[in-house]
């Protein structure tokens, strides 16, 4: 949050907001309380949280009997600026039925944040917003550099999505 503040930008992505979760970085406890109390003392306010419900490379065995949409709600009521649905990993698709249940339990925007490609964005174009890392790089590889033909490429796709009629 700090940084965002320093740099001037527009918003954090927090992975832990609702729920605590085993994830391949161990425990993570739930953040919301702490972070916007954080956001508001640093006078930090209209940095926007989105945040991350069922977070990819995670386990959610202690919070089995807790599915996406009750996610969603818990993070719409602990005030998050926006909710992230991803696939289980980094470049995995994310279940476009989620994506679907989530925007009808909340009216937060609601991004996708894993898993987008050329191939697939058609599915995508009703979420309020792409993270997309993975496909921009070289051969799809999150560790490679950015090649930015496919960035065109995808965008050109993108712009012809949003001029087509909606059904």
């Keep these: 949050m700090a940084v965002a503040q320093a740099a001037g930008l527009q918003f954090i992505r927090a992975e832990g907001f609702v729920f605590s979760h085993v994830a391949d970085e161990g425990i993570m406890n739930s953040c919301a309380a702490e972070l916007l109390r954080?956001?508001?003392q640093i006078g930090?306010?209209?940095i926007k949280v989105f945040t991350?419900?069922?977070k990819k490379h995670s386990s959610h065995a202690i919070t089995a009997d807790v599915n996406i949409v009750e996610f969603a709600k818990a993070a719409d009521f602990f005030c998050s600026d926006g909710v992230i649905v991803t696939g289980t990993?980094?470049?995995?698709?994310?279940d476009v039925q989620e994506l679907q249940d989530v925007q009808k339990a909340v009216t937060?925007?609601?991004l996708i944040g894993s898993g987008v490609t050329f191939d697939?964005?058609?599915h995508y174009m009703a979420a309020n917003g792409l993270i997309i890392g993975s496909y921009f790089?070289?051969?799809g590889s999150w560790e490679n550099g950015v090649e930015f033909s496919r960035v065109k490429q995808f965008m050109e796709k993108v712009i012809s999505l949003r001029e087509k009629p909606s059904p």
């Design 38 to 40: 954080y956001r508001k």
């Design 44 to 46: 930090a306010d209209h």
């Design 52 to 54: 991350d419900i069922k």
């Design 89 to 94: 990993a980094t470049g995995m698709a994310t």
């Design 108 to 110: 937060l925007p609601v």
């Design 120 to 122: 697939n964005v058609e």
């Design 137 to 139: 790089k070289d051969k």
